[in-house]
Each structure stands twice: as C-alpha cells, then as structure tokens.
C-alpha cells in the first residue's frame, strides 16, 4: 500500500495531539485535538456524559461516595434506551479535572449534554448538587441540589438520574421512570460498605496501593 507524504503527516499531527490529550486533558488540549482531527459529526441529540462528581469533604476518604453516585447515575441512565450515555471508562480521563470549557469537552467525548457535580457527606446527611450543560453552547440548562439522609442510600442517585432523563429524553415512560429508581438494596450499612469495597478494589488494581478492600467486602457478607 502506497502512503503520501501528506497523508503520512496528518496521521502524525493526528496522533501527536491524541498524545496531548491522554497526557493533560485540559481545555487547551482539548481544543487543541478538536481543531486537528477537524469538526466532528454533530453528536447524538440524546447523547450524555455523566463526568465523576467531585468530593468536597475535608475527608479525603469520602471521595468513594462521589465516584460511587457517579457510576450509579451513569449506570442508571443507561437503563433508558432512549439515552446514549458514555460509560465510566470514556470519562474517566476527567476525573479530577477542572471543566472550564464543556464545549471542548463534549466536542472530545462526541456528546450534546454533560453532568458535573459534587457531593459533600455529612455524618446524617449527603448533600449533592449538580449541572446539566449543553455542549454546543456552554449553557445550563438545569441544576439543582438534592439533600437526603444516610438512611436513604439510593434517594440521591435516584433523584439525580430521574432528573436528567427528564431533561435530555423528555417524557418518561412508566417503564423507563421504574427503571431509574431501583433500589437493590434498603441496607444502608451494606450499601456503604459496598462502595467503599468497590472503590479501594479499583484504586488497588489502578493504582497498587496497599490497602485493601477485603475487610470491607468481609463485613458486608457478615451483614
């Protein structure tokens, strides 16, 4: 197969931006990708990215409750046919990134609507709020804050996803308004140790940290 100089060279400049972004996903960089790789097609007008919820505890170790409701919210909403939402591993790269051009970014996860969010726990109660922004202008188009107790450990999650279905899909079939309010489980205590377990799971597979989540785990099928 014959390669032209030209086309050797875009496949060049094409591959030296992707290293760009993988390195430092800021809205340089992302602008910087969308301008060589030229305009994309116009993204799916249902198509979403639920980017992770930052944690605002002084705790660092609550940051297992906002990546938790996080990948809840996504998964929730992809019980919704109608929505074509980015999973965990597309954003992932954002997480603990500063969004200051959701043009940019949407324009880099191919998608029409983003969710940012953060989350600040409490020993009683969680208080989470978010946005849901238009990608093509930057606008908001929603937002809201959603308080609940530790009692209830699926209220957020519901609420957020119930939310922003609504928005992006329009009216809810009953089937698809039950689909996003599930609740597998009314154990708080279990819930919570799922989480924690999941997220020391992951951090330790990604990160070869130390600690492990066996204990966590242990305690939830004592429960």
Not at 34 to 59: C, E, H, K, W
Not at 69 to 93: A, G, N, S
Not at 183 to 192: G, K, L, N
Request: glycine share 4%; aromatic share 6%; proline share 5%.
């Amino acid at each position: 197969m014959n390669i032209s100089l030209p086309f050797a060279r875009k496949a060049l400049s094409s591959l030296l931006a992707a290293i760009i972004i993988v390195s430092a996903p800021g809205p340089f960089a992302l602008e910087a990708f969308a301008q060589t790789m030229g305009r994309a097609a116009t993204p799916a007008a249902n198509s979403i990215a639920v980017l992770y919820f930052d944690n605002l505890s002084r705790d660092t170790t609550d940051t297992y409750l906002a990546d938790g409701l996080t990948e809840e919210v996504i998964v929730r909403l992809q019980h919704v046919p109608r929505l074509d939402v980015k999973t965990r591993y597309d954003v992932r790269r954002f997480r603990g990134t500063s969004i200051t051009d959701a043009r940019a970014t949407g324009r880099a996860l191919g998608v029409a609507y983003l969710v940012t969010g953060s989350v600040r726990p409490s020993p009683s109660r969680m208080r989470v709020s978010y946005e849901l922004v238009r990608t093509s202008d930057g606008r908001t188009i929603a937002s809201d804050i959603v308080d609940t107790t530790a009692a209830d450990p699926w209220a957020i999650s519901n609420a957020v996803a119930l939310a922003i279905a609504r928005q992006v899909a329009g009216r809810l079939a009953p089937e698809e308004q039950a689909a996003l309010v599930r609740s597998p489980s009314r154990d708080a205590q279990a819930v919570d140790l799922y989480r924690r377990g999941k997220f020391l799971v992951e951090r330790a597979i990604i990160c070869c940290l130390s600690d492990t989540p066996t204990p966590h785990f242990d305690r939830l099928m004592s429960l």
